[in-house]
């Protein structure tokens, strides 16, 4: 059906009606997306911050525990100019659209700063002559910029916000934070060397499974140095006899250079001359060659697949585990990170049915890996989280009691346990989100506006 009501048959359509509707498709898209912005926007409006009434929570920021956050800073939502928001706005709001509440913060700071730092933007928004996305691109690349400059930017690029890329939006950022904000440029610099790091990232079920990959973010001197030992250690293993493709070389000599720095037993150079099985593409390195820094990683298998793929000379075990945050990975992979491994610890298999409680605050660890096991991500609605990144939550709040009255037994059980996020934990003591555990394993949560959400292992869902 178009924009004017009239339904249609996409088989049917010609070649000149199919771009005039796939116009007509732009459009609704774009007004779509306005309005999500304009709902944003007055519910910011909804929610000022009560700063002045002594609220503890005080107001919105990017920060995810009450304090820095990832980029260091306690920041307000919305930039220079920008009305502040109350704390835990985002979840309802959020969580009314099936998003994260990291994905409504972000929309609603990208409403405040195109409402009040971006004039023009805004405008053209709202005659749909801008692509939302586009001008939301345009607000998070200026948030940090002063009021000032932020309207210098929307002046420049106001006619052209919709054709122009991610080069010309950086270059008036760029030279708006030079001519409005000079002395933030050396704060920028400290900044981005606040940033600086590295992360390892594993990926999950599915493609990725068995695979991780590094960001790292420093000196571009020392980078790029390190990048020319992995290219000249890639074409060291090239003249050894590897024949991969140079990625995948480069991607071993990750682990060449590693070995050569841990294990000084491990020969500079090329790793093994040519024709050395241990580095071809049909073979996996050997424990002379691969030592490993200890590590650990929870594996769900069977001990019999295991104990086949450690003794099977040609890694041939069939059979299949899974690891937490990374997903299925077959026994032959989990059996070769083992081999070699100076220590290894079995947990033994634990019993997810325990009820056992204790008469105090802090599970003991075997109840918290019971319940991160049993729920592996936090339990707040639509929220990733990972549960061994997260609090345990006793969802009846413990009462300590007093000496002379100690508090109820048996408060810390599994039952009355969850994992929720820092964030999400803190909103839920706030006194804002309520839920309860039910009996087959999910949540129901309900918000400050009386509106449910079921949490199942499945995902979340809004209960009418």
Not at 6 to 33: C, G, H, K, N, W
Not at 222 to 245: P, S, W
Not at 439 to 451: E, N, V
Request: some cysteine.
């Amino acid at each position: 059906m178009d924009s004017e009501g009239f339904p249609y048959e996409v088989d049917d359509l010609d070649a000149d009606t199919l771009l005039v509707l796939a116009r007509d498709a732009e459009t609704r898209v774009r007004a779509a997306e306005r309005t999500k912005l304009n709902l944003a926007a007055r519910w910011c409006v909804l929610q000022p911050a009560k700063t002045d009434t002594g609220d503890p929570t005080g107001h919105a920021t990017w920060s995810e525990a009450g304090g820095p956050d990832l980029l260091g800073c306690d920041e307000a939502i919305g930039g220079d100019g920008t009305p502040l928001v109350a704390a835990f706005a985002a979840e309802p709001f959020a969580a009314a659209l099936g998003i994260s509440t990291r994905a409504g913060l972000q929309l609603m700071a990208d409403a405040l700063n195109l409402e009040h730092r971006q004039p023009g933007t805004w405008r053209r928004v709202q005659s749909l002559n801008i692509a939302p996305w586009r001008a939301r691109r345009l607000a998070q690349a200026t948030a940090s910029l002063s009021l000032a400059a932020a309207r210098q930017v929307d002046a420049v690029l106001v006619e052209r916000i919709d054709s122009c890329g991610t080069l010309t939006i950086e270059r008036a950022v760029a030279e708006a934070r030079a001519r409005f904000d000079p002395e933030t440029v050396a704060v920028a610099e400290d900044r981005a060397r606040a940033a600086w790091g590295v992360d390892l990232h594993h990926g999950g079920p599915g493609d990725w499974a068995a695979t991780s990959w590094i960001d790292a973010v420093g000196d571009t001197t020392d980078l790029t140095r390190f990048h020319d030992l992995v290219c000249e250690t890639a074409e060291a293993l090239k003249r050894g006899g590897d024949e991969d493709a140079l990625d995948l070389r480069k991607a071993k000599a990750l682990g060449v250079i590693a070995d050569q720095l841990t294990n000084p037993d491990t020969p500079s150079g090329p790793p093994a001359p040519a024709g050395d099985p241990r580095w071809s593409s049909s073979s996996r390195p050997t424990t002379t060659m691969r030592r490993r820094r200890d590590w650990t990683c929870y594996v769900h298998l069977d001990w019999a697949q295991l104990d086949a793929a450690l003794t099977d000379t040609d890694r041939g075990a069939a059979g299949v585990g899974v690891v937490e945050r990374l997903g299925p990975t077959t026994v032959a992979r989990i059996g070769d990170w083992l081999t070699g491994s100076r220590h290894v610890r079995i947990q033994p298999v634990l019993d997810l049915g325990r009820v056992d409680a204790v008469d105090q605050h802090d599970p003991p660890t075997w109840m918290q890996e019971l319940v991160r096991l049993r729920d592996p991500h936090c339990v707040f609605p639509w929220c990733e989280t990972g549960s061994r990144s997260c609090d345990l939550d006793h969802i009846a709040p413990y009462d300590p009691g007093t000496p002379q009255d100690p508090g109820p037994p048996a408060q810390t059980r599994p039952e009355n346990l969850a994992p929720l996020c820092r964030r999400h934990h803190r909103c839920k003591t706030a006194g804002r989100w309520r839920y309860q555990r039910n009996t087959d394993g999910s949540y129901t949560w309900t918000s400050p506006h009386h509106r449910r959400y079921l949490v199942t292992p499945l995902g979340t869902h809004e209960l009418r």
